[in-house]
């Protein structure tokens, strides 16, 4: 019997259903293969999230607080996955934590790797001493002989890249090994490290024997049309149009798929696909069931004490408390689950049931556990759409006529995630480690091989302020395409227009003005009627960092720093305090140089102590009392920090009035510390009058239409679509 191995699921039932009635070889996925290709004596391989457990309790005695990680259970939980992953790399890659320690020779990471050494030893004996096993940590296996006992020959259907270990299991299969892959100009490297040395093309090669077996030339990459819009949602349009218009040209619905580089965005074309023709490939996330989000609430009100959640779930909350035992909640999850729900959740709380370890906990840890356990469940798609919808890595080795490939952005196209946080590509490359540079040619190999199989192929990208196309689409030599937006706004409509609601009247002016609340009102009355009188509020930070590095500055100018280096350490220590490996990884790389040449002007600038996020004197101006925050005050002179990359903070000096309004001999500045740059501002104090006397409660929308597209509140309005 031939044994085929495939790289998903979803490429196996694309082979079964090619086959008709005839006799069909074993088929198995590369995961699954490699995982029974070995055994290890007395030992049981460790289950998913299970590893957290342990490793948690291996860092026992250890200081990991040096990896910028809190060794308090919900957030160790969180963040890992980090651990494990760099584990895994080095596992598979069949490298060890002393031959990165030799290749960090400027000892960059030496604390970080003197930490992480401690943690692998420690998890291998807690995993030794329980008859569990790893594969992170694993040193000796066998070769599960029994499987491959009815096996005459194994193919293997290589989309991607097999490290070093991977190899060695396949290497010492005792069957015939074909595997079958193409050489790209992108995955060429990578195939170099594997097999050696090929040029362009489709093969067929016996990894035993070490020989060509077939070989073909690449086929043509379809013609590609790409087109760009201004906001995300505004792609869906274009998705759909381009379906019907590939079905007009003969393309079966069956042999379209939809790829997103970001997953989320099918939450888009879920909503709007009101006929049903498409399948969502990804699934339903579990996240989105009525048990997890009552979970969800319950765990808010009892860590957080969340009145919000208190309301969604308050008989559930007021029954979670009287629970005493680990078994009591996980009956308590499966007496409120749905049929539905239960059949996704009996495995696993049975799973659950048996980690003993768990009972120790507290209820809050327990529920924790399990909501990061359930969030990565998922319901299958049952509509049964003909029209495929799918993330890159589940489109591995499938073959579509047409394809339509939306999001083609820089942050989205290539997507590596943040496992080189712990080593520097420097360092990896010394280290015979994948570099992010690999990292990015697989994911770019993924992309081609799509458009390769492709008849027709269309790619759709957001363009605007924030956002920018890949730079892959310049490898590719693909024209950057035109905005289509006006083109393409009424295919979701071509049924019905949504009915646009008028809000009607006037709202009483506030008695006290802010700078914010001014600005508001100026731009748009309705976005102030949502905002301050039905207090709809947007729940997303969006400057993230620019309020972290507020809240820095504010702790650090208290300690009044003695030189511009210590500023610059300790804004940098408290930037860089309590936050996620993500987090830690975008400051380190974006922002580290930036604040250091703004610590070493802005030093000079201490000359008296400063005060931090300090009411300014109120002041008055007909019925209205003006009051206004500032970042920092030293003397006579008053600081706005501004992190944004643009320079529009220059266009409105409605902030830098209020202050000059507030304190008249006062000087104006606007720290740009994106740009590196300090920046006197002479606002004037006229301008302010004729802005407070022009504002009026009508609820009406903005004039300037363009502000629309980035608002908060744009789907409540329409005003960008009237």
């Known amino acids: 019997m031939i044994l085929k191995v495939f790289s998903t699921k979803r490429e196996i039932r694309e082979f079964v259903k090619s086959q008709n009635d005839s006799f069909l070889p074993k088929l198995i996925t590369i995961g699954e293969f490699l995982d029974k290709c070995i055994i290890v004596k007395n030992a049981s391989l460790i289950d998913g999230d299970f590893k957290k457990i342990y490793l948690y309790k291996a860092l026992e005695n250890i200081d990991i607080e040096k990896l910028g990680l809190k060794k308090d259970f919900l957030n160790f939980f969180k963040n890992a996955e980090f651990i494990i992953s760099f584990f895994n790399e080095i596992y598979l890659e069949k490298r060890s934590i002393e031959d990165i320690e030799l290749a960090d020779t400027y000892l960059e990471y030496e604390e970080h790797l003197s930490v992480l050494k401690e943690i692998y030893y420690e998890y291998k004996k807690l995993l030794k ?54 050489v790209t100009p992108y995955n060429r490297n990578l195939i170099r490290k594997m097999f050696g040395e090929f040029k362009l093309g489709e093969y067929r090669f016996d990894i035993h024997q070490n020989i060509v077996l077939d070989y073909k030339p690449l086929p043509d990459m379809a013609d590609v049309e790409v087109e760009h819009f201004s906001s995300r949602i505004a792609q869906t349009s274009y998705i759909f149009a381009s379906i019907e218009e590939m079905v007009a040209k003969g393309v079966k619905p069956e042999k379209i798929a939809v790829i997103l580089p970001d997953e989320t965005y099918s939450r888009y074309l879920k909503l709007l696909d009101t006929k049903n023709n498409l399948n969502f490939a990804m699934g339903e996330s579990f996240t989105h069931s009525q048990i997890y989000i009552m979970l969800e ?65 507290s209820k809050e840890e327990i529920l924790h556990f399990l ?10 798609d049952v509509k049964g759409g003909k029209v495929t919808v799918m993330g890159v890595l589940e489109s591995r080795g499938m073959k579509f006529d047409g394809v339509i490939i939306a999001d083609f952005n820089d942050e989205f196209v290539p997507n590596v995630g943040d496992k080189d946080f712990f080593l520097n590509s420097a360092i990896r490359k010394k280290a015979k480690l994948p570099t992010r ?46 905005n289509r937006d006006e083109y393409y706004s009424q295919a979701v409509y071509k049924t019905s227009k949504p009915e646009f609601y008028e809000y009607k009247g006037a709202f009483e002016l506030p008695e006290t003005i802010t700078p914010t609340k001014l600005k508001t009102l100026l731009e748009c009355p309705m976005k102030y009627y949502f905002s301050y009188v039905l207090n709809i509020k947007n729940d997303e930070d969006k400057d993230y960092f620019g309020s972290r590095l507020h809240n820095a500055l504010q702790i650090v100018l208290k300690t009044q720093p003695g030189s511009a280096e210590e500023y ?20 380190k790389s974006e922002w580290e140089d930036k604040i250091k040449k703004f610590a070493y002007i802005d030093f000079e600038e201490l000359t008296k102590p400063a005060q931090c996020e300090i009411q300014l004197p109120s002041g008055k101006y007909k019925n209205f009392i003006i009051q206004a925050r500032a970042d920092r005050v030293i003397g006579n ?86």
């Open 129 to 182: 001493e329980n008859s569990l096993y790893d594969k992170t940590v694993l040193e000796e296996y066998e070769i599960n002989r029994n499987f491959f006992e009815n096996i005459d020959k194994t193919e293997i259907y290589l989309s991607g890249y097999l490290p070093k270990t991977d190899l060695e299991i396949i290497k010492n299969i005792p069957v015939p090994v074909e595997m079958v892959f193409r």
């Open 297 to 361: 609430a319950v765990y808010n009100y009892t860590v957080q004490k969340d009145e919000v959640s208190y309301l969604k779930a308050k008989e559930k909350i007021e029954e979670f408390e009287k629970l005493n035992t680990f078994d009591e909640i996980l009956q308590f999850v499966l007496k409120h689950a749905t049929l539905k729900e239960r059949k996704l959740l009996d495995e696993e709380i049975y799973k659950i049931s048996k980690l003993d370890a768990l009972k120790h906990y």
């Open 371 to 380: 909501l990061e356990r359930f969030k990565n469940l998922t319901f299958d």
């Open 437 to 482: 540079k690999d990292k990015e040619a697989l994911q770019k190999n993924y992309y081609y091989n799509i458009l390769l199989n492709a008849k027709f192929a269309k790619i759709s990208y957001v363009k605007n302020e924030e956002k920018e196309p890949s730079r892959f689409l310049y490898e590719l030599g693909l024209d950057f395409g035109e």
């Open 568 to 587: 610059f350490s300790r804004i940098m220590s408290e930037l860089l305090k309590n936050c996620s490996k993500r987090e830690y990884f975008e400051i």
């Open 637 to 722: 002179k008053i600081y706005d920090y501004k992190t944004s990359k643009k320079q529009d903070y220059l266009k409105d000096l409605t902030q830098a009035e209020v202050y000059k309004y507030l304190m008249p001999e006062s000087e104006i500045y606007y720290w740009d510390i994106y740009n590196v740059k300090l920046i006197k501002v002479d606002p004037d104090i006229k301008s302010l009058e004729k802005k407070l006397d022009s504002i009026s409660g009508e609820i009406k929308r903005s004039e300037e239409k363009d502000m629309c597209k980035f608002c908060d509140y744009r789907f409540a309005c329409l005003h960008f679509e009237s």
